[in-house]
């Protein structure tokens, strides 16, 4: 599905100039179905190595469960309550050689191609990531789930969406609470999508930024 599309230069700029980690949503404006559908969908086709997509992505609509997530982060539990979507992106701890069966397979589906093609790539895959100590495998697990995260947050400000990225999570309660306790995956980050309240002093603050001279180097 290669659909031809553009968008200017200056509206990615304006967008990235307009986003800023929202500390207080309003509680009654809620995302259209469209944009709520548009930020999942860029979670889950963000990149990652290999094309493992090591993660999961819960979207936490219940209101009890929420208002459990927010005590358990008192920094973060109006964002937690108020935002319209959280998202709670999760890792898997460790790939094995059966995740690797299952993402030989899908690729096969999706490329028509046969398995004698992707064998090179599955014995690759099998050394190469499910090889990993398994420690290894957790922290670069959780670096491709940071991808997902760059890729909501920009959808986000595109869509005039406003979110808030949450570190401030509490990995172990939010596995018990989400039911993620004894399994495959864990919390690793959160993200608060909606609209930024009227209140937020944080909306007019400039960005501050290092200087374009100071972080990019043109080699
Ligand atoms: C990985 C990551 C984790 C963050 N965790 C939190 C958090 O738990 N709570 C919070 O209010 N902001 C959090 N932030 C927001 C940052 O503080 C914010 O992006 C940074 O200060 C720059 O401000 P700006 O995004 O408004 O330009 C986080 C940002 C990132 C990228």
Known sequence: MNQEYTISADTIVSAMNWRYATKAFDRNKQLADAD?????TALRLSPSSYGLQPWKFLVVDDNATRSKLG?????NKSKIEDSSMLVVLARRRVTTAQHVEQHVQTVQEARGVS??????FKNMLTQSAAGRPAADQDVWNARQVYVALGCALTTAAMLKVDACPMEGVNPEKFDQTLGLAGSDFTTTVAIAFGYRDKSDPFASYSRARRAASEVIEFV
């Not at 709520?36 to 999942?40: F, K, V, W």
């Not at 398995?115 to 090179?120: H, N, Y």
């Open 36 to 40: 709520r559908a548009a930020l999942l």
């Open 71 to 75: 005590e358990a982060v008192p920094a």
């Open 115 to 120: 398995a004698e093609e992707l064998q090179p």
